[in-house]
């Protein structure tokens, strides 16, 4: 299974100020999934990034406020923006081959708190 | 239509016994159902999946069981073991698109 790193692990950030966390893939994959898991909660998928097209958002979350980057086959980037409490949560790198058959796997997620 | 009911909310067994964690759908288009197992400070981890042309799948001391017609299936952990202790997610996808999650399963093996 591919092999998923997730940089910064945690951080604890100011309200207000933005925060980028890179999600980077050993081998190619056709779609990158960003999700937000809530301390005890499911997971709740944000977007989906694929390489050279927008990401498509879920509802409830908007471009302005979780800008997404995919730049290649192996790397995918979430921008938290504004950060407030509320954004206090895990966010977590998914990807999967697009193939009805073959697993989704993810990162061990970024743990962000905001004071 | 696009919901995973999944229960119990938490589990405590007894190590040597079966746990067992069931869910539930609606949506008759969901054609892939794997379970993760989520320790605490990482990733979900896929554990096993199955596909609805298949009743029954077993890897090891884990079984999902899957019911097409009721519109079921369950995860099955034989001689639960205290390193089993983590939060189980039942999932479901139609084709290439999103995965939809259950709320999750606690699970707590006693020694």
């Known amino acids: 299974s591919a092999v998923i790193s997730q940089k910064p692990s945690r951080d604890i950030c100011q309200r207000g100020t933005s925060l980028t966390i890179q999600c980077q893939v050993d081998?190619?994959?056709?779609?990158m999934f960003w999700y937000r898991q809530q301390p005890g909660q499911s997971l709740t998928l944000i977007a989906t990034?694929?390489?050279?097209?927008?990401?498509?958002?879920e509802s409830g979350f908007v471009i302005d406020k979780f800008p997404i980057s995919r730049p290649n086959l192996t790397f995918s980037t979430l921008t938290v923006s504004n950060m407030s409490p509320e954004d206090s949560s895990i966010y977590l790198c998914?990807?999967?081959?697009?193939?009805?058959?073959?697993?989704?796997?993810f990162g061990d997620g970024t743990r962000l708190s905001i004071l | 239509q696009q919901q995973v009911k999944q229960s119990p909310q938490s589990l405590i067994v007894q190590k040597g016994g079966i746990s067992i964690i069931n869910c539930a759908y609606e949506?008759?288009?969901?054609?892939?159902f794997p379970w993760y197992q989520q320790f605490p400070g990482k990733g979900p981890a896929l554990l096993i999946a199955?596909?609805?042309?298949?009743s029954e799948k077993k890897e090891g001391r884990f079984t999902i069981s899957f019911n097409k017609s009721a519109k079921q299936f369950s995860l099955h952990i034989m001689d639960s073991q205290p390193g089993d202790s983590a939060t189980y997610f039942c999932?479901?996808?139609?084709?290439?698109?999103?995965?939809?999650f259950g709320k999750g399963t606690k699970l707590t093996v006693n020694p």
């Open positions: 998914s990807v999967g081959t697009g193939y009805s058959n073959q697993p989704q796997h």
């Open positions: 081998s190619q994959v056709t779609m």
């Open positions: 990034a694929n390489q050279g097209s927008e990401a498509t958002y």
């Open positions: 949506n008759t288009a969901f054609d892939y």
């Open positions: 199955i596909r609805p042309d298949v």
């Open positions: 999932a479901a996808r139609v084709l290439s698109e999103k995965l939809v």
